[in-house]
Structure formats: structure tokens, C-alpha cells
């Protein structure tokens, strides 16, 4: 942060983890706007959180310091974020109190309603949490195979493709930028038009097959990808991912299940495997899908997984490489190793291509 402001930004937006606001790496912070987007069990384990408790916990404290607080009403623990935002934002301190969500305001304020009540409050002290909370509203959400729409301040909003995540991260991406006072024309036209290396990245090939390059590594955000995808398929669905090493070992047991219920067929692979055996990881991972389920790969040799993947893909088809997304290399080992999985797909596209012309 230090070097980003000596070279002239002037504005931040981090991504903080459960790790580092249990470690308090973030102490000291006073960030303009906290927002918490959604919440789901992910990073238990012996190095990570040892229970969901301590790891919701530890989310809750992104809250700490801010000057302004956001959350998502249409998450299943709204009302333990609205209680965390509430006692770090006390009413005699400035500052705003807002949830985004989905519906129409009548919707929003019954929802608000409801998570108070579930919160614990009651008579008076409920009438002030009701006026004190702003409601960002996304009306009239629609998806159809390609896209999702929804109107925000009565200005029409579309996104590709048509994934209900795409949909929550913009609408609060839109509600934290008029809770600070930047949200213009340009910004709102900007959101479709936005795009974030590793994420959704996609790659079309000479067949008619689409290559998609996407960071989802646990399973709510592996199974919000595949049921994004899967109506788009005119072919099949084929996935390749891993699980990362010596952490989160019950992604190993969940992400199969996930995948087996999107893919026609799953490639197996290595992510991050660290200290740890890839092979060992890739085999317990095998051992999870169900016996009537064959149709799977395994490989911990993720560069070759990916191009036998590439050369298996036929017109209508779509690969979704998950795990990586944006980062360029393998942690093996305590070494990050090169590792850039578009340069290996445009690689073995190549190499397909000239074995075409042979």
C-alpha cells in the first residue's frame, strides 16, 4: 500500500482474507467502506480456521474501523452481518449503515425486517435499525442463456454471462460507489464492459470449442461457475481443477461432488500442492466421486492434464480450467514455479494447428 500511494493512487480496493483479519495484518486500517459480499464454509483446517465459528468470526472483523459498512442481504448470515456492522458502526460514530440485495424496495425493506427480527431486535431499538440501514435495490433481475439484467436506480444494467454471482458482485460493486459519493455515468456504463484477468477468461478454439479460465478453488465458487456455464454448453462440459496443499483439505471431498454434478467429464489435477505429494492429493481426490461416476481423469502433472484437455474438445464443447485463474505459477515445494495456464492453451492450440497442416 505504502509503494501503490508513493506512485500516485489515490484510491484502493483490497480484498482482505479471514487469514490476515484473524492475524490482524490489517490492524490499523480505516478503510472508507467495508463491504462483505457472502459467506460460506471454506479455509478450516489445522493451518487456517479450526472451526466455521472461528472462520466467521474472523470475517465478521472486516467490519473493525471502517467508516462506512456494506453487506449482502440476500446472504443466508445477513443477520450476523448486520450485527457486526452495527457494533462497529455505533450511532454516535458518522458514517453509513447500507445493504444491497435483490427486489423491489418492498421486498428489501421486508427482508431488512426479517434479519432484524432475527437478529434480536425488537420495538423501538427495531424501528431504529429499520431507518437507519439504506437498501440498494437490483429490480427486475433476469437471466436468459447468455446474460443477466437488472435495474439499478433506474438505469439498466447487463452483464455476460448469466451467473448470479456476476450479478451480486455488481450490484454491490454499484452500491459501494454511491455510498462514497464517486458513482457517475462512465462507472455504471464501465460494469459491462468490466473485466478481471482469471476470472471468466475465455478462450475460443479454430473447432468451435470454448477454453475458460476461471479462479473458482472452493466449492460454492466451483459450483456457482459450473451453473453459470452449464446452460451455455452445446456441447460438453469438461473440468479440470485441483486442490490446493497442506490447507482446506475438505475442499477434496467437496469439490468432486460439485464438479460431478456440472461435468460429462472431469480432468483431475494439481493446484498449489506445496510440501504435499500432488499425486497423493490427486488420488483422495479420485476416491471421492461415486462409483457409478467413471468418467474422470486423474493427472497430477497439471500442464499435461491441461493439454490433453485442449486436444479432447470438440466443436460445442466448454473446458473450464478452475483453480488459477489469474496467477502465474505452481507453489511446490516453497517455490513458485512459472506456470501460466493461457500461454499452455495457446501452446497446444498451436501445436494442434500445425499438426492440422501436416
Known amino acids: 500500500m505504502a509503494d501503490a500511494l508513493a506512485k500516485g493512487a489515490t484510491h484502493l480496493v483490497i480484498e482482505l482474507s479471514s487469514q490476515a483479519?484473524?492475524?490482524?495484518?490489517?490492524?490499523?486500517?480505516?478503510?472508507?467502506?467495508?463491504?462483505?459480499?457472502?459467506l460460506s464454509p471454506d479455509h478450516i483446517g489445522a493451518?487456517?480456521?479450526?472451526?466455521?465459528?472461528?472462520?466467521?468470526?474472523?470475517?465478521?472483523?472486516?467490519?473493525?474501523?471502517?467508516?462506512?459498512?456494506?453487506?449482502?442481504l440476500d446472504d443466508p448470515a445477513a443477520a450476523k452481518l448486520l450485527k457486526a456492522a452495527l457494533e462497529a458502526l455505533p450511532k454516535k460514530q458518522a458514517g453509513q449503515l447500507a445493504a444491497f440485495g435483490f427486489g423491489s424496495p418492498q421486498e428489501l425493506e421486508q427482508g431488512l425486517s426479517r434479519i432484524a427480527r432475527?437478529?434480536?431486535?425488537?420495538?423501538?431499538?427495531?424501528?431504529?435499525?429499520?431507518t437507519r440501514v439504506q437498501l440498494y435495490g437490483g429490480e427486475e433481475?433476469?437471466?436468459?442463456?447468455?446474460?443477466?439484467?437488472?435495474?439499478?436506480?433506474?438505469?439498466?444494467?447487463?452483464?455476460?454471462?448469466?451467473?448470479?454471482?456476476?450479478?451480486?458482485?455488481?450490484?454491490?460493486?454499484?452500491?459501494?460507489l454511491d455510498?462514497?459519493?464517486?458513482?457517475?455515468?462512465?462507472?455504471?456504463?464501465?460494469?459491462?464492459?468490466?473485466?478481471?484477468?482469471?476470472?471468466?477468461?475465455?478462450?475460443?478454439?479454430?473447432k468451435g470449442a470454448v477454453i475458460v479460465i476461471d479462479y473458482a478453488h472452493n466449492e460454492l465458487s466451483l459450483e456457482a461457475l459450473l451453473a453459470a456455464l452449464k446452460p451455455q454448453v452445446k456441447g460438453r462440459l469438461l473440468v479440470l481443477f485441483g486442490?490446493?496443499?497442506?490447507?482446506?483439505?475438505?475442499?477434496?471431498?467437496?469439490?468432486?461432488?460439485?464438479?460431478?454434478?456440472?461435468?460429462?467429464?472431469?480432468?483431475?489435477?494439481?493446484?498449489?500442492?506445496g510440501f504435499e505429494d500432488p499425486e497423493k492429493i490427486v488420488q483422495e481426490i479420485g476416491a471421492q466421486f461415486s462409483p457409478d461416476f467413471k468418467n474422470y481423469d486423474l493427472e497430477a502433472d497439471r500442464e499435461l492434464a491441461i493439454r490433453r484437455a485442449v486436444?479432447?474438445?470438440?466443436?460445442?464443447?466448454?473446458?473450464?480450467?478452475?483453480?488459477?485463474?489469474?496467477?502465474?505459477?505452481q507453489l511446490v515445494k516453497g517455490e513458485h514455479l512459472a506456470f501460466d495456464e493461457r500461454a499452455i492453451v495457446e501452446s497446444e492450440l498451436a501445436a494442434i494447428a500445425e499438426d492440422l497442416k501436416a
Open 21 to 38: 483479519l484473524a492475524m490482524q495484518r490489517s490492524y490499523g486500517l480505516q478503510p472508507d467502506l467495508a463491504c462483505f459480499l457472502n
Open 47 to 72: 493451518l487456517e480456521h479450526p472451526d466455521f465459528a472461528d472462520y466467521l468470526n474472523s470475517k465478521l472483523k472486516v467490519f473493525k474501523g471502517a467508516k462506512n459498512c456494506l453487506f449482502n
Open 118 to 130: 432475527e437478529a434480536g431486535f425488537q420495538g423501538a431499538e427495531l424501528e431504529e435499525v429499520l
Open 141 to 176: 433481475l433476469k437471466f436468459t442463456s447468455q446474460n443477466l439484467s437488472f435495474i439499478f436506480q433506474q438505469k439498466q444494467i447487463s452483464l455476460e454471462p448469466a451467473a448470479a454471482f456476476l450479478a451480486a458482485n455488481a450490484l454491490a460493486t454499484l452500491a459501494s
Open 179 to 206: 455510498l462514497l459519493g464517486e458513482l457517475n455515468e462512465d462507472l455504471i456504463a464501465a460494469i459491462a464492459k468490466l473485466h478481471v484477468p482469471g476470472r471468466l477468461e475465455k478462450i475460443k478454439t479454430s
Open 243 to 273: 486442490s490446493v496443499g497442506e490447507k482446506s483439505k475438505e475442499r477434496r471431498r467437496e469439490l468432486p461432488r460439485v464438479a460431478e454434478r456440472y461435468a460429462d467429464f472431469v480432468y483431475v489435477s494439481s493446484d498449489n500442492p
Open 311 to 329: 486436444r479432447s474438445l470438440r466443436a460445442g464443447d466448454l473446458l473450464v480450467l478452475a483453480g488459477k485463474g489469474h496467477e502465474k505459477f
